[in-house]
């Protein structure tokens, strides 16, 4: 198994916003842009200005203080039609713009903008349940912890994020790694349509009949192609759809036996196949206010606690806590813990990944102030071979090159952190940190190209990791449905597709 590795940095303290005074083309373009949104009766009512109450409130709503900009105004749909109007707008114009759905991105520029207009879908959240077709469609606007509360009466789940406050559209739109990965494939996978509002505003359906090469580039393609405002999902069907929970938490360990968990975590990525409903994944972390754990979440969406997936974690003394129950998808996100990451399935390797970490944890400590509250995790987890032949090439990840030769774990380095001035010392170290974990893998022949869009930041291309195939395909999608360009140039948020 090969590797790749993924690091994310968060300021997660308040800091001063320093406003800046825009003068003449750039006023006039802002100007421009806002009163076009404005002025449209469709949009009356949905375009917010800074200074207001109402739009100090979503910026506030920003998950990250980093990702936290200040665009010149926001447009708040509240339905397809909206979007298309705002979606023509905007392109008529060439106003700069940005795409927000739960706004749980970590870094400037992820879901949102400084110099131009968010088109925030924090309206657009519901979710509805058709029992006939096994569908769940979703807004772009939604959060995981809602849409899992939705289904519960329907006795099913859905392939969403492990935490309640992940947003829909990027979790989906980036790959979207879930508790039912193993069985179902990538979130996206699950997928079966897209309602898109395209640049020029006329609105079109993907799927595996109609508009099949949109609906490919989509699942990993981020926000290339288009404004998804529907996703139309697979359902899951739970064990006792007239309770229904399934079985998960995490057990915790002495830091002393990290070395027996990451051996039964190769050992679980290596039998993936032969039990498709079982998820596991470790993360190791040291908090400044209590220091070091070691964790391993497990679940299983059949309810069945005992699976023998899971007898080497069960084997491992010095157990600390449990949290392994029985419980709805809804508590079960609530419960778990924040996820940066990706590494192959070489014990070696993770070991060595491991001790590199604690090596920057004591880098850490000596650069910032005593008194600071910091935290920093080193996630592992897996990228199993059933994962990835689920799609059947019909995403845009580029795995199946690299899942031929066994599985891979995705390893992250994350951060939280109280200020900029922090981040600017830290981040060079876990930079080195993550360089040498790959040196180590890549030594070895066991390094992956891949990086999870959903982890990475700015410092990475990750849809260029994809692969030279899947880069071309997506490159040919953009020019059929978008012949000017317009969520390549006009569009300052997430990631573009290399050129």
């Known amino acids: 198994m090969k590797f790749a590795t993924y690091l994310r ?3 997660a303290a308040a800091v001063a916003v320093v406003g ?46 980093d990702a936290a900009l200040e665009p010149w105004c926001l447009v708040l ?19 700069p713009f940005g795409i927000r759905s739960g706004g749980h991105g970590i870094f400037a520029n992820a879901n949102n903008v400084q110099d131009g207009v968010t088109i925030d879908f924090g309206f657009m959240n519901a979710t509805t349940y058709d029992s006939k077709t096994n569908v769940v469609s979703i807004q772009p606007g939604s959060r995981w912890g809602p849409v899992f509360q939705t289904l519960e009466p329907y006795g099913i789940g859905v392939a969403g994020g492990r935490q309640t406050t992940v947003g829909v559209a990027g979790f989906l739109l980036g790959g979207g790694n879930s508790w039912f990965n193993n069985a179902y494939g990538w979130g996206c996978d699950t997928v079966e349509n897209f309602e898109v509002v395209l640049a020029d505003g006329r609105v079109v359906n993907a799927n595996a009949e109609e508009n099949r090469d949109l609906w490919i580039a989509l ?14 999902l697979e359902g ?31 050992a679980f990525a290596d039998n993936v196949p032969s039990d498709l409903r079982s998820t596991s994944h470790i993360l190791t972390g040291y908090a400044s206010s209590i220091g070091w754990a070691l964790m391993a979440s497990l679940d299983n969406i059949d309810n069945k606690p005992d699976e023998p997936a899971f007898d080497g974690y069960a084997a491992i003394p010095s157990l600390i806590q449990s949290t392994l129950r029985s419980d709805t998808l809804f508590n079960l996100a609530l419960d778990n813990f924040w996820l940066p990451g990706a590494v192959k399935n070489d014990a070696d390797v993770l070991k060595y990944a491991f001790k590199r970490h604690e090596d920057f944890v004591r880098q850490v400590a000596d650069v910032i102030p005593a008194d600071a509250s910091w935290s920093s995790l080193l996630q592992l987890q897996p990228i199993s071979v059933p994962m990835v032949s689920h799609a059947g090439g019909t995403n845009s990840l580029g795995l199946e090159k690299e899942a031929a030769g066994g599985p891979g774990i995705m390893t992250t380095i994350g951060l939280q952190i109280e200020t900029p001035e922090i981040e600017a ?20 022949d066991a390094k992956w190209e891949y990086r999870y869009l959903n982890y990475a930041d700015f410092t990475y291309d990750p849809i260029a990791s994809y692969g030279k195939e899947s880069v071309e395909r997506m490159q040919a999608v953009s020019a059929q449905y978008d012949h000017a360009g317009v969520f390549q140039h006009l569009r300052k948020s997430g990631f573009k597709i290399p050129r």
């Not at 009766?41 to 917010?48: A, S």
């Not at 699942?219 to 139309?232: A, E, H, P, Q």
């Not at 010392?425 to 070895?444: K, S």
Request: aromatic letters at 6%.
């Open 9 to 11: 940095m968060t300021v």
């Open 20 to 65: 800046t005074v825009l003068a003449g083309p750039q006023l006039a373009q802002s100007t421009k842009c806002c009163h076009a949104l404005a002025a449209s009766p469709t949009l009356h009512g949905k375009v917010l200005h800074p200074n207001s109450t109402a739009y100090d409130a979503r910026i506030d709503s920003i998950w990250s203080l």
């Open 77 to 95: 749909p509240e339905s397809t039609k909206d979007t298309a109007e705002a979606m023509k707008i905007i392109s008529t114009n060439r106003c």
């Open 219 to 232: 699942k990993g393609g981020s926000g290339n192609f288009g404004l998804v405002t529907r996703f139309d």
């Open 236 to 266: 899951v069907p739970l064990a006792d759809p007239a309770n229904p929970v399934m079985w998960g938490g995490k057990m915790v360990w002495d830091i002393g036996v990290v070395d027996d968990v990451i051996d039964a975590l190769v």
């Open 425 to 444: 010392a830290v981040y060079p170290l876990a930079l080195a940190c993550q360089t040498e974990i790959e040196e180590y893998a890549a030594a070895r």
